[in-house]
């Protein structure tokens, strides 16, 4: 029999669902690489794998796999994504707030209508030993050596690990040296989500990610969260941020300290599939 399959994206940022709730997959890193690769396979930039949830006041959990096959903490798109899902399979209504077990930790959501889905992120980290970062205090910018250049970042975890660098344009030479160097600097033990922002006023900004396993992507949902929160922290944008990203744009919401950060958006069905390869 082959892999039953659905195909989704959050603004481009596209994934492949699996339902495996009620039967364990076999998944392997060269099963989930085949699937991923865009001549040969279906594509993907991560796999969200429905599981069952150890938690029953939780809808489902979920873990994620990135196109290389490394594992990833979260995925904001992707949580979207899944929400939309759910409801379609009529295990969660639109209007009611529900829980999913996310590998980092409880997750709520709710749907406004079948694809527009806001996610309650929780409150971004920013000290250095638990998002990891190597740096001896909190501090709001930090610099580090990226190949002989001295680039000033702001460290930050929505569960995932994301470096925001400001920069006047996310589409320079420059920013696409590094962003592949960034997301494999030492100084981030587990990697990290580079994040390139250009804030155009206090409410909105233009954001470029190249993600931790996947590359450059469309659009990038966590990193849309820890963008907004480093760049909230030093007083550079209000509570209320447009992010808008090549694949189209998230509403993100913060309070400060002490809040949960909000991230709104839509989440989209592609097709359902059955993939037969290995």
Known sequence: MGLRFTKMHGLGNDFVVLDAR???????????RAIADRHTGVGFDQMMILEPTRDISCVAAYTIRNADGTVAP??????????????????????????????????????????????????PEFEPSRIPFDAPAAADIYLIDVDSERVEISAASMGSKHAVIEVDDTSSARVERLGPRITVHP????????????????????????ERGAGWTLACGSGACATVAAL?????????????????????????????????GPAAFSFDGEWLGI
């Open 22 to 32: 009620t039967t364990p997959l076999a998944l392997d890193v060269t099963r989930i």
């Open 74 to 123: 979260q995925c904001g798109n992707g949580a979207r994504c899944l929400g939309a899902w759910l409801h379609r399979a009529g295990a969660l209504a639109i209007g009611v707030e529900a829980m999913l077990q996310s590998p980092v930790g409880i997750v709520r959501m709710r749907l406004a209508d079948a694809t527009t889905v806001t996610v309650k992120m929780g409150e």
């Open 187 to 210: 100084r981030f033990p587990q990697g990290a989500n580079a994040c390139f922002v250009h804030v155009v006023d206090e409410h909105s900004v233009e954001l470029r990610v190249h």
């Open 232 to 264: 909230h922290r030093r007083g550079r944008v209000g509570d209320d941020v447009r992010v808008e990203m090549p694949g189209g744009t998230l509403e993100i919401s913060w309070r400060g300290p002490g809040h949960t950060l909000m991230m709104t």
